[in-house]
């Protein structure tokens, strides 16, 4: 048997693992010894209606169904919490976007991921022009499921800390990899990689149970606590929280309500972008190479996994749409 290395235990990474493992196939997960990492500041979403475009996301109807599946999974195998489904409350920031809206919420590629009833959202939430509410989405808690899946593969004798990745593929075994960002950046890859920033705070008494998006979003955690964000920047391309992130994304609190909050939290991360969020998967060989799951990795992640499990084991041909 082959022997296979994934490099990168982000979110892609992980998700590999967890479907060599259900094969119960060996392998070994390459990681380098950091604090943060891209997908561990990220938020997880899963938002069914996006962009100003106000459209589903690339082949949604096909991955989140597997994605959700997925986590549940993994629910079940750990015995922590991973997958937390929340409505979305969609706010119009202008009125041509409610126009925009009433012309497209009838499409069929828009059937099933809202609802027609009117918000009910806490009064201290601004939306002035109404939204809409949509169905099927919510977000991963992914720090939790980053770190409960090292230390469980940990255990098995599969994961490994390593000061570079660096000739890592030995002769006649596979090589997935999986370093997001930080190898477009640190390769010289075409990328459109953007940096962002996110903050967990308290809001005492907003009582929202709903995420809400806007050019912009509020996650509500329980306990009073929520995470807001997320700025854009494509010229520091770093993990560095800056004072120009922590201001715009208290803008961005304050675009959704007037109630005073108190900062928990403040993370910085590098969304890795090829083209747009759609993946892109090649091979070179023996080598495997996974990138560019943008802002839509928790959706794309799982099921990107079997499949590339799937076509190395020469079960499937490697979906096209996924090729650069």
Request: hydrophobic share 35%.
């Given at each position: 048997m082959e022997q296979i290395t994934i490099v990168g235990q982000g979110l892609m990474g992980t998700c590999l693992a967890w479907r060599l493992h259900q094969r119960g196939l060996p392998f070994r997960l390459l990681d380098r010894d950091r604090e943060q990492g891209s997908s561990r500041a990220a938020a997880g979403l899963i938002t069914p209606?996006?962009?100003?475009?106000l459209n589903p996301s690339w082949r949604q109807t096909e991955f989140l169904p597997q994605a959700i599946a997925f986590y549940e999974e993994i629910e079940a195998a750990l015995g922590i919490k991973i997958w937390n489904p929340v409505a979305i409350a969609r706010l119009f920031g202008a009125e041509k976007e409610r126009i925009k809206w009433e012309g497209k919420r009838c499409l069929e590629s828009h059937r099933g991921w809202a609802t027609d009833?009117?918000?009910?959202?806490?009064?201290?939430?601004?939306?002035?022009?109404?939204?809409?509410?949509?169905?099927?989405?919510?977000w991963v808690n992914l720090p939790e499921f980053l770190d409960h899946s090292r230390g469980f593969f940990d255990k098995l004798g599969y994961f490994q800390k390593v000061e570079s990745f660096e000739g890592e593929q030995a002769e006649g075994s596979i090589l997935i990899n999986c370093r997001g960002a930080a190898e477009l950046i640190e390769e010289g890859r075409p990328h459109r990689c953007a940096k962002g920033e996110i903050l967990t705070v308290k809001i005492p008494g907003l009582g929202l149970k709903e995420i809400v998006n806007r050019s912009g979003w509020l996650v509500p955690?329980?306990?009073d606590a929520y995470r807001a964000g997320a700025t854009y920047g494509?010229?520091?391309?770093?993990?560095?929280a800056t004072q120009a992130g922590l201001d715009d994304v208290r803008g961005i609190i304050r675009t959704f309500t007037d109630l005073p909050f108190e900062m928990i939290d403040h993370v910085a991360g590098i969304r890795p972008i090829v083209r747009q969020s759609i993946p892109v998967v090649s091979r070179e060989g023996s080598c495997w190479n996974i990138n560019g799951l943008g802002s839509k990795g928790s959706m794309y992640a799982p099921a990107l996994a079997s499949h590339i499990v799937e076509a190395m084991h020469n079960e499937c041909s490697l979906d096209p749409e996924l090729r650069l």
């Open positions: 209606i996006t962009g100003k475009g009833g009117a918000l009910d959202l806490p009064s201290e939430i601004k939306a002035p022009l109404g939204g809409f509410l949509m169905r099927g989405g919510g955690l329980g306990d494509w010229d520091e391309l770093d993990e560095n």
